[in-house]
């Protein structure tokens, strides 16, 4: 079955660096476009980033521009978010998520799979 496994989150101060690790199985992680999601407190979980099966090409939420940086790691199975110049508006916690659809294309037509891993807790605060 599909397992996608979020870590690397913590709590920093406004201006550190993070970088989050998503680790997939279950599936041909080769083949899927792969984002980021994050849900602050009290809100609705909302989109972050995402990248595509090759890791050629990358899509951002006006938000985190040009702050993080998605990349994937195909041999590892693992998709990242590098998060710097952090905001304590960027606390919340992070989930990775699959494409629906193998080869989905252009990026801009990423929907979550309804797979979600148990997240990880970035907190920024000084």
């Known amino acids: 079955q599909v397992q996608l496994t979020e870590s690397g989150g913590g709590l920093v101060q406004p201006g550190d660096s993070l970088r989050l690790s998503c680790t997939a199985s279950?599936?041909?992680?080769?083949?899927?476009?792969m984002a980021w999601y994050r849900q602050p407190p009290g809100k609705e979980r909302e989109f972050v980033a995402a990248v595509n099966w090759g890791g050629g090409a990358s899509a951002y939420a006006d938000s985190v521009k040009p702050r993080f940086t998605i990349s994937r790691d195909n041999a590892k199975n693992t998709v990242y978010l590098q998060m710097d110049s952090l905001k304590p508006e960027d606390t919340a916690v992070y989930y990775c998520?699959?494409?629906?659809?193998?080869?989905?294309?252009?990026?801009?037509?990423?929907?979550?799979?309804?797979?979600w891993g148990r997240g990880t807790q970035v907190t920024v605060s000084s």
């Open positions: 279950g599936y041909t992680f080769s083949t899927y476009n």
């Open positions: 998520a699959r494409d629906q659809t193998p080869y989905n294309w252009p990026l801009r037509r990423f929907k979550a799979d309804d797979y």
